[in-house]
């Protein structure tokens, strides 16, 4: 059981303990509820306390959260963790690995693995994935190991892809354009009236004519919205057959999260985490003379 404990700020001085808990503590609402049920769940001074009670500056509230549920079975996998800690872990998820089980498609996914890793740690926990990436993109992933840490991380972290695009691309700009769901089609996307709005920066490292090595900065997280906006600008990335051509450079798309930072849900310090460019990628960066030693660590 996870035991989160947070001192009371003088601007929350006479205010209900559910205030400071949804205001100051990032609590969910249905999170509130949950602790009221579990004995001991809300202290205050170490005290049993009501949600609607008034908090003093200076007390300390202790919350006891609630035993997970773990809905789906383990598969013992490899994991390259990059950070772990009582409230987040994070691994570099390589290509050709799904994050969640889908209806026939039998195979292990990083969730299988990611429970298994916590149940061989002792620690039975559930999946819970912070941020989302395609099966064939490789890179930093993030998972909450407990609902209150999900709540409080989504959305948060910022982070930093590294793209080989199809086309000769000098510069950088950002793409503000909406993305919806293509007519007829369940998984593909395209850019559209009507779709979700979605913004993209990109920026060219290097070019030999063919390709381009850039990297880009997403402000929103729409399914494929990499893929999507960079094949609207007329660089759809190499090996991208869904919403490119190419499937003789790479045969996946070329497309890597190397970068995250967040501040940690418990503590407000900022974590800055990198993982270098995969094998595939720095591959083809190579042949064609364009990688650089220096990209390894680029944030």
């Not at 996998?77 to 691994?91: A, C, G, H, N």
Request: with cysteine.
């Amino acid at each position: 059981m996870s035991t989160y404990e947070y001192i009371v700020p003088p601007e929350y001085d006479g205010e209900m303990l559910q205030t400071f808990l949804r205001r100051g503590c990032g609590l969910s609402y249905r999170m509130v509820v949950k602790l009221k049920r579990v004995e001991n769940g809300m202290t205050l001074d170490g005290k049993q306390w009501r949600s609607i009670d008034r908090v003093n500056a200076g007390q300390v509230v202790r919350l006891q959260m609630p035993e997970d549920n773990v809905r789906i079975e383990g598969a013992d996998m490899p994991l390259s963790v990059v950070f772990e800690d009582e409230d987040i872990l994070v691994v570099d998820k390589p290509p050709y690995l799904a994050v969640h089980p889908s209806a026939g498609k039998p195979e292990p996914t990083l969730a299988n693995g990611v429970v298994a890793y916590f149940e061989q740690k002792g620690t039975p926990l559930s999946f819970r994935p912070v941020n989302r990436l395609d099966r064939n993109t490789s890179g930093l992933l993030m998972a909450a190991k407990t609902p209150h840490a999900a709540y409080a991380m989504a959305q948060v972290p910022q982070k930093v892809y590294f793209a080989i695009l199809l086309g000769e691309l000098h510069g950088e700009g950002t793409i503000d354009q909406p993305i919806r769901i293509k007519e007829g089609c369940t998984i593909t996307r395209e850019v559209g009236q009507g779709g979700k709005d979605s913004l993209t920066h990109w920026q060219a490292l290097a070019t030999d004519g063919e390709v381009t090595f850039a990297r880009v900065v997403i402000e929103t997280g729409r399914t494929h919205q990499i893929r999507v906006h960079m094949s609207w600008l007329g660089y759809p990335l190499v090996g991208d057959t869904m919403y490119g051509t190419d499937e003789v450079i790479m045969p996946r798309h070329a497309l890597h999260c190397g970068r995250m930072a967040f501040p940690h849900p418990r503590t407000g310090e900022t974590i800055t985490l990198t993982t270098p460019i995969p094998a595939d990628m720095r591959t083809v960066l190579e042949s064609r003379g364009l990688w650089r030693d220096e990209w390894d660590k680029m944030e």
